[in-house]
């Protein structure tokens, strides 16, 4: 069944054609956004993880350092050099945690795979059509002269 046979004029079918590209294209972008925050939210969380344990490596919490070095060299009775090294290397390895946390977390994010995949498949489709002229149907062809 031709589109003259379903009452459909050339007009209605190039706004039909152009309605659905607008669709599929409005589709490819909304795919790309939600790829997008998924991966933001991951960078954030591993971007954040990376700040809290660079201020803990650079500051180092001093007031509670000092007071463990106390503690300990209160506690164990050695000497105050060694306790104040200690809790330096529990800082140190609680840094660490958290940067390989960060670097974990950084590592999920990719590229919009699926999105670029669709567009390219999309392409595909579209590239591959070919304008076909219309033929009239002869009943349609006007009144002889």
């Known amino acids: 069944m031709s589109a003259a046979e379903e009452g459909r004029s050339l007009g209605e079918l190039v706004a039909s054609a152009t309605a659905e590209l607008s669709g599929l294209v409005h589709d490819e972008i909304a795919l790309a956004k939600a790829e997008m925050r998924q991966d933001a939210k991951k960078a954030v969380l591993g971007s954040t993880a990376g700040m ?27 000497p105050l050099a060694l306790a104040c090294t200690i809790v330096g290397g529990l800082y140190v390895v609680l840094a660490l945690v958290l940067v390989l946390l960060a670097k974990r977390k950084l590592g999920g994010v990719s590229k919009p795979e ?11 489709v579209l590239s591959s059509v070919k304008p076909h002229p219309r033929r009239a149907p002869a009943d349609q062809a006007g009144p002889s002269a």
């Open 52 to 78: 809290v344990a660079a201020f803990l490596a650079l500051f180092a919490v001093p007031l509670f350092s000092f007071a463990l070095a106390f503690w300990l060299r209160n506690w164990w009775d050695i």
């Open 114 to 124: 699926r999105s670029m995949r669709s567009v390219k498949e999309s392409a595909a």
